[in-house]
C-alpha cells in the first residue's frame, strides 16, 4: 500500500496483523521496503514479512478497462456505505488489485485526495479512465453529502453500459470470426490446394469446365499477385482506421451508415436510446441541472449522430424549450420514448421515466442480440459451405466429366 504512485515505484508483498490480530496479507506500490513497512504502521498494520515481487510475478503491462473501472466505483461505494474512511478505502481497494495499472491510478488519486484535493478534483487529472459524467456525479455527491450512494449509481451505470456494449460486440464478433476463418481457409486452398488439381488435369487433354477454368485463374492470380492485393487491402485497412480515428466526420458518417445498416441499425439505434436514457437517469437523479446533463448525456451516447442530437436539444433547453419538444425535433426518438419523457416531465419524476426508458430498451437490445445470433449462426455457415464447397466441386468437376465420357 504505498502512498504515491510514481513510475519509480515498485510492487511489494507482505503479511502482517491489523489491530485486532487478525492475520492479513496485500499487495502495495512503494519505492522500497521501508516505505511499505511505514505506511503499513500508519493503517495500524504490524507487518511480519515484506518481500518484493518480481517483475514477472506483477502484471504491470496490463491495460486498464472500463470494466475495471466499473469495479472500482462498486468497491470504493461499498466501503463507503460501511463507514470506511475515503483514504483507507483507496488503500484497501488498491492493494487489492492485480493489475500494476490500476493500482497506480488508484494510489495517484489517493495522494492527490491525501493533498487536500477533492475526489473530483482528483478523479478530473485522469479524464482517459474517468470521464466528465464519471467527475460530475462524484462532485455532486460530495457536495450533497451522499458520495456513497452517487457512487453506487456511476457503478450501476458503469455496469449496465458495459453490458450493453458487450452484447452488441458479441452480435459483431462471431460472425466476423467466421468470415475470417473462411477467408482464410479459402486463401489456403487456393494457393496449395488446386495447383496440385491444375498439375493433375494438365494430362486430361480435355477442355476443363468453365467453372474450374474460373477458379484456377484466381488460384493463379493470388498466387502471382496476391502480395499486391495484401498490400493494397492492408493500406487501405490502416487508412480506414486511421482517418476513422483522426477524422470526426468520417465517424459522423459511419454512425449514420451503421443506423441506416438492416438488421445491425435498429439494435446500435437501440443501444444508442438505451445509454441516452440511462446517463439523463443517473444525471437527473444526482441533481444535476438538465442543461449540464445534457452535455454529459450526449458523450455517453456512443454515436455521433445522436451525441450531435443531444447537444442540440440542449441548447434548445437552455433556452426554454421542453425536452420532449427538442426530442421531437432531432426525429431521432420513438414515440414511445417522446412519450415517456413528456410523462417524467410533467410529474417531476424524469429520472424514474427515464430509468423505465432505459430498461426497457437495455432488455429489447438483449433480445435483438441473441435473435440475431441465432439468425447469423446459419446465414454465415452457409457462406462458409458455398466458398470452401464450390472450390472443391469446381476441382471435381473435370473427374466427374472424364468419368461419364468412360
Excluded at 353 to 372: C, H, I
Amino acid at each position: 500500500m504505498a502512498t504515491t504512485a510514481t513510475m519509480g515505484n515498485s510492487p511489494f508483498v507482505w503479511e502482517g496483523t491489523d489491530r485486532k490480530g487478525n492475520k492479513i496479507k496485500g499487495k502495495s506500490m512503494a519505492a522500497n521496503e521501508a516505505a511499505v513497512r511505514a505506511d503499513l504502521r500508519r493503517q495500524g498494520v504490524v507487518p511480519s514479512r515484506i518481500k518484493k515481487q518480481s517483475a514477472g510475478m506483477f502484471r504491470g503491462s496490463a491495460k486498464i478497462t472500463a470494466g475495471d473501472i466499473a469495479i472500482f466505483s462498486r468497491q470504493l461505494s461499498t466501503m463507503l456505505a460501511a463507514g470506511i474512511p475515503l483514504v483507507q478505502a483507496f488503500e484497501i481497494v488498491g492493494s487489492g488489485h492485480e493489475n500494476a495499472s490500476m493500482q497506480k491510478l488508484i494510489m495517484a488519486v489517493k495522494s492527490d485526495v491525501e493533498g487536500g484535493s477533492s475526489l473530483a478534483e482528483a478523479l478530473a487529472k485522469h479524464p482517459i479512465y474517468f470521464d466528465d459524467l464519471f467527475v460530475n456525479l462524484v462532485e455532486a455527491g460530495e457536495q450533497a453529502g451522499a458520495l456513497e450512494t452517487l457512487l453506487d449509481k456511476v457503478a450501476t451505470y458503469k455496469e449496465k453500459t458495459e453490458a450493453i456494449k458487450k452484447k452488441v460486440k458479441k452480435a459483431l464478433t462471431y460472425p466476423a470470426a467466421v468470415l475470417v476463418v473462411a477467408f482464410v481457409v479459402t486463401i489456403i486452398l487456393l494457393v496449395f490446394v488446386i495447383p496440385a488439381f491444375e498439375d493433375l488435369f494438365q494430362g486430361f487433354g480435355a477442355d476443363l469446365p468453365a467453372f474450374t477454368r474460373l477458379v484456377i485463374d484466381i488460384s493463379l492470380f493470388v498466387r502471382q499477385q496476391g502480395w499486391i492485393l495484401a498490400s493494397f487491402v492492408g493500406g487501405a485497412a490502416y487508412a480506414f482506421f486511421y482517418f476513422k480515428k483522426r477524422s470526426r466526420p468520417m465517424r459522423q458518417f459511419l454512425d449514420r451508415m451503421t443506423l441506416k445498416t438492416p438488421i445491425i441499425g435498429p439494435i446500435m439505434q437501440k443501444a444508442a436510446i438505451a445509454r441516452y436514457a440511462r446517463t439523463l437517469s443517473t444525471m437527473f437523479s444526482a441533481g444535476v441541472p438538465l442543461v449540464e446533463a445534457l452535455e454529459s448525456v450526449a458523450g455517453a451516447t456512443g454515436n455521433i449522430v445522436y451525441e450531435v442530437g443531444v447537444l442540440r436539444m440542449r441548447d434548445e433547453v437552455a433556452t426554454g424549450q421542453r425536452l420532449q419538444q427538442a426530442m421531437e425535433n432531432t426525429d431521432l426518438f420513438p414515440n414511445m420514448v417522446i412519450q415517456m419523457i413528456a410523462v417524467g416531465e410533467e410529474s417531476g419524476s424524469l429520472d424514474e421515466m427515464s430509468a423505465k426508458v432505459a430498461d426497457f430498451y437495455e432488455e429489447d437490445v438483449d433480445n435483438a442480440v441473441d435473435n440475431l445470433s441465432s439468425l447469423l449462426e446459419p446465414l454465415i455457415m452457409s457462406i462458409l459451405g458455398i466458398l470452401v464447397g464450390g472450390l472443391v466441386v469446381a476441382m471435381y468437376l473435370p473427374i466427374f466429366k472424364m468419368g461419364s465420357v468412360i
